[in-house]
């Protein structure tokens, strides 16, 4: 049981995520909405990788036994690299829509018909 | 590696075919009928004189540019008739970042269920 | 070196490279720098025609590469000892390679079409590195036989996209676009690994080939393959998760709107791979019965796509009747196009797997030929439809329908394109549109009649669409404000002839192009052990 | 955005050397220990967003320009793929192999055994990946918070008109 407690956690951080996307009016909080559901992701990643008693994935004064797979871990750095780049991209945007529309509420500044 | 047979070949359907190499010599046959008929019409119209305009019960023409059907005036029956369809349309495109993740979690929700729940 | 063997990895790595290059070029000239874009355009495009060469005529018409270490001796290895994949393959097959033309052609033709129309424009050399990163991902998406690597590929695709929808940082709503496109995708990509990593779990790899060799069709999988097919669903803007769609491409400069067609259509390819490749094997698996029908996992998955691809069609074509703005109405009528599609996959699934028509094979192949055809179909027709649209707007600085008229009289070559692209994308004989879509019609005739009687009739009120605007845009009389309009540059008409050329061409020939280009697609897609067997040895 | 208080610029001023140092360890040791370009770049890029807070925006735009991130950030990205095609031109002619430690390597040469355990490139070409990475990193993530500290600068100015 003990060991699905980060399981659980990803199932509850995505539904934060959701509920944050869903529910909220400010960007700034959907944005933080789409970090959580990416946190999520990655924490289920890293917890598919590692083993109980196993050390880090690294050759040079490696202990010996069991290791952590480090593939999971490779592909949650890439995940986390991609995740800055829209991070910043978001933010972006929205300095730029306040400055347009000077609000941050997504309710105003939809209705393009 | 391109067979210049195909080019000539005619397009398989599954039930039919189509090939517009038919399709275009039967409308320039088409085209040539029209033409045909015609050349039998009256010789004695002249552009440019009074025979050209428009006759609206001897009234004046009105300005061109108010004659002129708006776009957003166009199809207005078609519009019309399909008053309620339109009218649920404009009201689920709101144009909301919010709606348009519901959307995508209420499609992801009925797979979930139909896939799951049948099999 | 031989080129020749390197071709997969340098038609992404080329794009990759002249976009890194652009910047620095730009400091020296603005001409050479649009110069040096076109020709990296260029040889993109030239790369992935002896690519695709190669793939129809080698004998299993698959090419398989392995990034960073020799192709031959990994495969060998994995074959002899059943070696755990670590390494990134690229796996190009019919599919593959027919999807990488058009995603080569689009950005080659819309940078020649961005000499003249962006000219005006300030930060050109940032605009010109997206498309181009743009480019390298959707060719990655296309190519890549790992779904890892396929995520990263459509991050890159959707941030580039992203940033160029907001273009125009004047505009408020171009920055809201944006911003929607932004959080529609990442959100998409989300929940894709989470479907990946879902994968990973269970059958501990990546490569699409060794878990479609794999997978049992437990609980997991089903909810992997929902997650798949609802984001890449809303990625390749199926109704009702299409509303980024029309504001995406409707507040996009124009050029940028034509590549954007090739990168949904990359997500749609997504879903075929899904689809047909991974799952391949068990959709034709036994399930529960209702009544005297069979609902295998194929069926139900077919069924659920043909009402999403119904009301695709609809929605898109009654919403597109409606718009007074140009792009937006043509990016609704891109919306329907993308139902029809749907149409003809889903036809696939159900003749395929529902087991009840007598002459299965016959309707699946159709449907299928049908549906690929209408993805280049659709790239060429609505394609050349933007870029009339962003001729308008470059003429005239206005997309409102009601404020234009009278354009036939200044615009003569314009108008011209506008009819081609008119009668492609309302499917009329003899234009391309109705070749594919007369192969729709007739494999959906004999799934369900009523499927294809509303197929043709909203084919028809697409043509209505296009009368509004023909009417509206071009005839009439002129505005005052339009008295000086003048004709759009000679390279803006270029690349609008360059694609009414291939539209036309693909309309008077299409027994040439069916069997060229469609039927490797299509023997690629029903036949998924070659897919897998090219990796893993014959099994 | 305006410098902060005295106190917190000579702070930063004494931090930001060995933050430095710290961040360019981490990309110059991503082939032996945790981290790698992505993780040194991104220490050295908050270090530069210190100074950038402290100092305040308009100030860090006078000393460096964004447009010379910009330039720097290709060349990084430049530098890596570049390293990747270099792979089909060195030794085994395979894209992204590693041509100086490979089985056919062109830094086979420096590994002689008669020199002794002196041996150079034991990571062939991933340190090299690493230091273009870093480039990129440092410059990208500090172009970004630049101008996005810059424009609200520009927003607050617009408000008070």
Redesign the interface.
Known sequence: MIYNIPYFAVIALILIGLYAILFRRNLIKIVIGITLIESGVNLFLITLGYREGSTAPIYTLSPGGIMSMPVPQALTLTSIVIGVAVLALMLSFIIHIYRHYKTLDVRKIGGDD | MIDWNSFVKIFDTGAGFWSPIIWLIVILFALLIVYIIRSYGQKSYKKGTEQTKPFLSGNPEGDRESSHVKSSNLYWGFMESMRLIYKFLSNIHTGNVSDYVLWFVVIMGIFFIVIMGVN | ?NIMD?LP??VV?VP??G???T??VG?VNDKLRNIFVIFIAGLTCALVFLLA?QV??DPDGIITYV????TEDTLKSIAEQGNPL?RILFEVDGLSAFMAIIGSLLPLVAVIYSWSFMKEHTGLD?YYTLILLMTAGMLGMMLTGDL?NFF?FL?IT??AS??LI?FY?D???A??????Y???S???A??I??AI?IF??QYDA?NIAVIANNIQYG?LD??A???L???L??KSA?A??H??L??AY??APASVTFVLIGTTLASLYGVLRVCFTLYGKNLAAT??N?GSLN?T?GF??GA?LVV?AIITIF?GV??A????DLK?MIAYVAVAEIGYMLLAFSAVLISLYGGTSPNTE??S??ALKGGLFHIFNDALDIGLLFLVAGAIYYATKETS??KL?GLARNMKYTTIFFLIGLFAASGM??MNG??SK??IY??T??VNPILSVIAILCSILIL?VFV??F??VFL??E?VSLKNVKEVPKIMLLSMAIISGIIIFF??????V???LISPAAEALTNNKIYISSILGVI | MSGMSRIVKTMTSTVFPFAMIFGLYVIAHGHLTPGGGFQGGAVVASACAMVLVAYGSVWTMRKIKEKHLSVLESLGALGFISLAFLGLIFADKIFFDDFIMGPNGIGMIFNNAALGESDIFTAGVIPLMNFAVGLKVIAGLFAIVLVMAYATVKVKEVKSK
Do not use: C
């Open positions: 070196m390197h990895a340098l790595a990759l490279l976009a890194f290059l910047p620095l400091k060469n129809f005529t990034f960073g270490a020799d670590v940032k890892f990263v991050e959707s941030i992203a940033a907001a940082t505009k408020g709503k920055m809201v676009a944006g911003f929607k932004i959080v529609i990442s959100i998409g989300l929940f690994l989470l990593a990973y779990a990546l609980f089903k909810i393959l929902v997650l097919i609802a984001a669903g809303m199926f009702p998760m509303m980024w029309p504001d409707g507040r399930g529960s209702l609902l996992p139900l998955l659920l999403l929605v009654f919403m009747l409606k718009q007074v937006r016959v309707v192949q159709t329908l009601n008229g004989p003899p109705f070749a007369i192969l007739e494999s005739y004999q209505a509004k605007v009417h509206s009439g009389p505005h309309g008077l020939f299409p027994d040439v069916v069997n060229n």
